[in-house]
């Protein structure tokens, strides 16, 4: 390959026809490195209202460090994956802590922050700093395996170990922030996963999978991994005056399944359980872990309508119960708090709760 050409061809029209992206306006690295993380799994258009919002509320490195955890994942509620929230929190009080509130420059540093594995620490740096070094995910995998005509699993350790040289080799030196974003925006907008759009490629005259005819057979579809389907049964435990009871998983709730479709925020107290079963086994759950009598507990409760809810391969029907109380419990060792029903969706909860709380404000109407 001609890489001198390439990469002028890259380079070229990624400054003509890349998009205005609120990130791409500033090489400033804690905001690059906010949308580093927010981009991990995320849509580009799901994160830009979020990614305004949160550098409204924490500006720069010291805003977010000295904030309490709660405030994060309020700013970050909606997005999903909350790990990505408190790595955020705690790498910030890190950088502030031993590097003086700014973003190491240094890849072994940057690594060694939480949340921060090599992908993110080269886009960072690239694009920031200009340090010659080359990103290399799904997408721009997926855009090497084109253009070389590769066969087989992307993450197939061989194949995976000749993209990181080739990245590395392709890696434009005086502009490693803009190659890296350009090898991006190609396989975001033009060389994309189902269609690529050849006809308007800048490098179609490099590609190999496209001389072959086989740009449509690459790269070799992965096999999917089986969905599994559960029930979660909630309590939406509701007194005389609208409010309700949100419990927070303690560590020895830590490795329970409902945890990780809650992601471990305050939520209702739910269960996975069996489809037909839910209340009954909802209602004896509540009553061992929250103290409240069982018989009476099953006649007040009344089925909400169910809502679908996706958590990578699962598929999850959540089956909300109304559950009206003249007192909500106060159990020993499980942490509680009540809210007004209305105000749950303000809070830093999973989007399941939003759901779950979203049925039960609308079967009160
Ligand atoms: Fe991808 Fe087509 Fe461009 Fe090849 S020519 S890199 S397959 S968009």
Not at 61 to 77: F, G, K, M, S, Y
Not at 264 to 283: E, R
Not at 297 to 326: D, G, N, Y
Request: proline letters at 5%; one cysteine or more; hydrophobic letters at 45%.
């Amino acid at each position: 390959m001609q890489l001198a050409a390439f990469r002028k061809k890259l380079l070229g029209w990624f400054h003509r026809a890349k998009r205005d992206l609120p990130w791409r306006r500033t090489r400033a690295p804690y905001r690059i490195w906010i949308s580093e993380i927010m981009l991990q799994q995320t849509r580009v258009a799901a994160v830009i209202p979020y990614y305004k919002r949160f550098l409204e509320r924490f500006p720069n490195v010291r805003a977010l460090a000295n904030a309490r955890i709660e405030t994060v994942l309020q700013h970050w509620a909606g997005l999903g994956y909350y790990g990505r929230a408190r790595n955020l929190h705690r790498a910030a009080k890190e950088i502030v802590a031993r590097h003086s509130g700014h973003f190491p420059r240094e890849l072994s540093a940057a690594l060694a922050l939480d949340g921060i594995g090599r992908y993110t620490a080269n886009a960072v740096l690239s694009i920031a700093f200009d340090e010659p070094l080359a990103v290399l995910d799904g997408n721009v995998a997926r855009v090497l395996a084109r253009l070389g005509a590769v066969h087989g699993d992307l993450r197939a350790p061989r194949n995976w170990r000749q993209f990181e040289r080739e990245s590395t080799a392709l890696l434009a030196p005086s502009a490693s922030g803009d190659w890296n974003q350009a090898m991006m925006e190609l396989g975001a907008t033009v060389c994309t996963p189902i269609a690529p759009r050849c006809e308007e490629c800048p490098v179609a005259s490099f590609c190999r999978a496209r001389a072959l005819g086989i740009e449509h057979d690459l790269p070799a579809k992965r096999q999917k991994r089986a969905t599994e389907k559960r029930t979660l049964a909630a309590a939406v435990l509701l007194n005389s005056r609208g409010r309700t009871l949100l419990m927070r998983p303690g560590p020895i709730d830590a490795a329970a399944e409902e945890q990780s479709l809650f992601s471990h925020l305050w939520q209702f107290p739910a269960m996975v359980a069996a489809g037909k079963s839910s209340k009954k086994n909802l209602a004896k759950m509540l009553s061992e872990r929250y103290e409240m009598k069982i018989a009476s507990l099953q006649s007040r409760m009344a089925p909400l309508a169910s809502a679908r809810h996706t958590v990578t391969f699962r598929e999850v029907t959540l089956a909300p119960f109304l559950i009206r109380v003249q007192q909500l419990p106060s159990p020993p060792g499980v942490k509680v708090k009540t809210v007004s029903l209305i105000s749950v969706s303000k809070l830093a909860v999973s989007s399941a709760t939003r759901k779950i709380a979203a049925i039960a404000i609308r079967s009160l109407a």
